[in-house]
């Protein structure tokens, strides 16, 4: 049931007993033992000292274990925390162990400030344990969520907040860059709440037509308009279940104020209805968007954000670079078998596309590991523009410099060849490739609406998508290449088929 209860929450999680300033953490990203892939040590010692014996790294509620490993030398790395907790001081053991510090070989004294802490620092010892070191501001936590891995304390703050709201029936709003789980979270608080035997609805706002969205929303009586025949509507669809808005911040203007008499009292009227119908959807919207600005109708804000989840960015989250690469390369049914460097890189790069991003790149190692080849991050991700007379080149995630955005550029003076080479190199994610072209969401959409090669996978025949699905062993990626369809049509396509049976 809606709640038009003005409860609007800025949800800021405390760890009770923790002391006023974050703890000092290690997380391991990777080990020869895989299974220790996610172990931590968090503590506030004031000088931690790390080598083959020390510290423990735990798991909660598990016995800790030292690294162990014996390429590891007895003479300890030493972190230094200044007082006060402006930064802390790395000292290096003068021996034959290799020591690199953000893929680089560490010589030296390193001081970081909090800042540089907080964005996670990136160590290797012995060319076989990678570390990160980052702050905690809560204690480990085994609080789990399908589909949302993380030991860092922004993924334990998540995952709380998830099953927080999941018992209500509170609307929800999830805020977070493109590629950042916001359909996993928004189906885990679907899967946690007391709907979760009911259905979940789900739509993407940007590709609705904006003719006939009130129509695919709330439905519509037979007449209503030029050869309409009468039509559910997705909240009635989702009645006493879960309706998922996604990109909600592309929502056409004329739906807005529909929406918002929704969620105010539930009630909605088809087109051409004489009468008003009742929903008690649970509303969950999500978008990259910043929505509090004049295009988008404020009163509807405020009903949405009943309770707002921010979705961390994947830079923002480094000490989860490791348990989230077994976890998705075992999702592809793939072992976790990377070269050490690769992980390094993978562990120190910037991911503007987040985890979704990652999950591809992982997806094309595996690949090549699979068939004996060395992949190496530039053979995996899109290289920056480099400037007038040097090469490309990748930038690693702790180097300030920006790529330069891509210039904004008129529709008109986009080909069709464009188009299918930008949908290409970006695995047939929309948002990326408008983000490439210099265009908006909804622009692409008309763009590939209007182009001759790439099809709505709501219009490819069901026999043709299951064919497709099996030759490529049930990945939507290498499925949305082989259709030439955008991705988030075809998953939706997928498991509306798997639906229906």
């Known amino acids: 049931m809606l709640d038009s209860t003005e409860y609007t929450q800025t949800l800021q999680l405390s760890a009770q007993g923790m002391p006023g300033q974050p703890l000092l953490a290690l997380t391991i990203l990777w080990h020869p033992d895989p299974a220790r892939i996610g172990e931590q ?88 344990v990678v570390l990160c070191l980052h702050w905690m501001d809560c204690l480990p936590k085994h609080n789990p969520v399908p589909g949302l891995v993380g030991v860092g304390a922004a993924a334990i703050a998540l995952r709380d907040q998830i099953r927080m709201v999941a018992p209500t029936d509170i609307p929800v709003l999830l805020l977070g860059e493109t590629g950042t789980g916001k359909e996993i979270a928004a189906r885990a ?8 035997g009911t259905r979940l609805v789900a739509v993407n706002m940007a590709a609705l037509n904006e003719s006939l969205a009130a129509a695919e929303q709330f439905g519509a009586a037979r007449g209503a308009y030029t050869g309409a025949q009468e039509r559910k509507g997705l909240f009635a669809e989702a009645d006493g279940g879960t309706l998922f808005l996604d990109e909600i911040g592309n929502a056409p203007a004329s739906v807005q104020p529909m929406l918002l008499r929704v969620l105010e009292g539930g009630d909605f009227r088809p087109l051409g209805a004489s009468q008003d119908r009742k929903t008690t959807a649970r509303l969950i919207a999500a978008t990259d968007q910043d929505l509090d600005t004049a295009a988008f109708n404020q009163a509807l804000l405020r009903r949405l954000e009943g309770f707002a989840i921010q979705l961390p960015p994947l830079r923002a989250r480094r000490e989860d670079i490791g348990v989230l690469i077994v976890h998705l390369l075992q999702a592809h049914g793939a072992q976790p078998l990377l070269p050490l460097e690769l992980v390094v890189e993978i562990a120190c790069f910037d991911w503007p596309g987040n985890i979704r991003q990652l999950g591809h790149t992982l997806r094309r190692a595996a690949l090549l590991v699979q068939h004996g080849g060395t992949p190496q991050l530039e053979q995996l991700v899109r290289l920056t523009p480099a400037p007038a007379g040097s090469a490309a080149r990748l930038v690693p995630a702790l180097e300030p410099a920006p790529a330069p955005e891509t210039p ?11 188009v299918l080479q930008a949908m290409a190199a970006n695995d047939w994610n929309i948002q990326a490739a408008a983000r490439d072209l210099g265009i ?26 299951e064919q497709a699905m ?25 498991r509306r088929l798997r639906e229906s049976v």
């Open 41 to 128: 040590f968090v503590g506030d010692p004031g000088t931690l000292e790390v080598n083959r014996y020390a510290p423990l790294f735990y798991r909660p509620g598990q016995a800790g274990l030292p690294l162990g490993h014996g390429t590891i030398s007895r003479d300890p790395v030493r972190i230094v925390k200044e007082t006060g907790g402006e930064g802390v001081v790395v000292h290096f053991p003068a021996t034959r162990m290799p020591v690199e510090l953000n893929g680089r070989a560490a010589t030296g004294p390193v001081r970081f400030d909090a800042a540089d802490v907080a964005r996670g620092q990136v160590l290797t010892l012995g060319r076989a």
């Open 189 to 196: 608080i679907h899967g946690l709440g007391q709907r979760a």
């Open 408 to 418: 904004r550029r008129k529709p008109s003076d986009i080909t069709d060849a464009e």
């Open 440 to 465: 908006s969401r909804p622009t692409m959409y008309k763009l590939l609406d209007a182009h001759r090669e790439i099809r709505w996978a709501e219009r490819i025949p069901a026999e043709e998508i």
């Open 470 to 494: 099996a030759a490529c062993g049930g990945d939507v990626g290498r499925c949305a290449e082989l259709l030439r369809t955008p991705t988030e049509s075809l998953r939706r396509e997928v």
